[in-house]
């Protein structure tokens, strides 16, 4: 995934379309999820629990974030440790499908009270999550010596936790059986740390120095970081689960200290980059890491007992925050690098197998994707996060607003993103031409 690693292996990839499938459908999905915001509008702020905010929230974390995530899992795994995720070419497309259709029929289901259609999704969605998370344990398992193997495997143990608490409620929704509202906010938080904050550590260990150019992470931080976070999780889950206050506290400042501590150092790494030119990515990256550090503060406000998390409004400025001013930013910054580089990759082999390889000049990464573009979908990314902030906090049309601000920030991220395939197939076309 990182032109010039020395330690890199990237004979060890899978095909290029079986990450790069994702990565194209994911933004599509998570478009539809801030189309419906803007449609269901005020519905959506009345409660965290209304159907039709948690089917456009999930459109955003199943169908674009985990879609990316899995994808980048089965990219990056191999190429860092050596170690390939066994049966990488169906084991892709397989849990793809599941987590696309199933994505969309739960959130239909959700925002239209179809419980028949509630259930179908969560067999999709339990089925393909099952199936990547089988394979990815597995490799994780054997890379566990490497720090982002291991923190991948933690966030891989970590979606299982969420994937079954995910699936039960499913089941709830669809009548199936008794609904446990009650754990909702143990399925948020392997979520947003476990899942999302784990794999982002590990896969930034790796893409931080190298993309931005920046010094590499402390020895420490990648061997332990992301073990107390995960036994943070843990032991907050086990202390809210058995009533144990103190137990609880312990495990979230872990936790939450893990997150804030990698967002800091982040920061701090990217301030002393050795190449200062601006690049989206690096804005990206570093718009999620003070989200995160914007998160911890209200977590500790609401800690301080300054601010009600169990209210609505401050619900969801911390899931907005996390999910799309962390989560959204740092996959979409991710996302501008890897999928240039796999087409330029993909021609570059082309090449060296060519009979004439100096016939035909092929496209670099900067070409394959223009800086313009980009830029300005950023901003609309930006856009987007406020706008949900201040949804969040006055509801109404804000809602709409933020729904419609958070399509076209997506879909302008598919255009961008299709346009780095469709030239790189101009490339191809050329080469094969010329071979």
């Known amino acids: ?70 994808g980048a899992v089965v990219q990056v795994l191999p190429v860092v440790t050596g170690v390939p995720v066994p049966g990488a070419s169906w084991v892709g497309p397989a849990s793809q499908l599941g987590v696309a259709v199933g994505s969309l029929a739960m959130a239909l289901g959700l925002a239209s009270r179809w419980g028949v259609v509630v259930g179908i999704g969560g ?59 009650d754990l909702t906010d143990v399925h948020l938080a392997w979520a947003l740390i476990g899942w999302l904050g784990l794999l982002v550590m590990g896969v930034s260990f790796q893409v931080v120095p190298m993309f931005q150019v920046t010094p590499h992470y402390p020895r420490g931080i990648q061997r332990l970081l992301p073990g107390v976070g995960f036994l943070g999780l843990v032991g907050w889950t086990v202390g809210r689960l058995e009533r144990w206050s103190a137990v609880a506290a312990v495990g979230a400042g872990l936790a939450i200290g893990a997150m804030a501590v990698h967002a800091a150092t982040t920061l701090w790494l990217q301030a002393h980059r050795r190449r200062k030119l601006r690049d989206v990515t690096t804005d990206d990256w570093r718009s999620g890491m003070v989200s995160v550090l914007a998160a911890t503060g209200v977590v500790g406000a609401g800690a301080l007992g300054v601010v009600d998390l169990a209210r609505t409004g401050p619900a969801l400025t911390l899931g907005a925050l996390s999910v799309f001013g962390f989560g959204v930013s740092v996959v979409e910054g991710m996302l501008y690098k890897i999928v240039p580089f796999l087409s330029w990759l993909h021609l570059q082999n082309l090449v060296s197998h060519a009979d004439r390889p100096s016939a035909v000049r092929i496209r670099n990464m900067r070409q394959l994707l223009p800086g313009v573009g980009p830029r300005r979908q950023f901003a609309a990314h930006v856009v987007a996060v406020v706008a949900l ?47």
């Open 1 to 70: 995934m990182i032109p010039g690693g020395g330690d890199l292996r990237f004979d060890r990839m899978p095909p290029r379309w079986v990450p790069l499938r994702a990565f194209l459908v994911a933004p599509v999905l998570g478009g539809l999820g801030g189309l419906m915001l803007g449609i269901v509008g005020d519905r959506a702020a009345t409660s965290r629990y209304a159907g039709e905010l948690i089917g456009a929230l999930h459109l955003v974390t199943l169908g674009f974030l985990t879609l990316v995530m899995a």
């Open 123 to 181: 067999v999709f969605v339990g089925a393909g999550l099952a199936v990547f998370a089988a394979a990815a344990m597995a490799a994780a398992w054997r890379a566990r010596r490497n720090p982002t193997g291991r923190a991948m495997g933690l966030a891989v143990v970590s979606l299982v936790v969420v994937a079954g608490l995910g699936v039960t409620f499913l089941a709830g929704h669809a009548g199936w059986m008794t609904l446990r509202r």
């Open 389 to 435: 902030l201040v949804a969040a906090a006055a509801g109404g049309v804000w809602m709409r607003i933020a729904g419609a601000a958070l399509a076209i920030d997506l879909w302008w991220l598919a255009w961008e993103l299709a346009g780095v395939v469709r030239r790189s197939n101009q490339d191809r076309r050329e080469v094969l031409r010329a071979g």
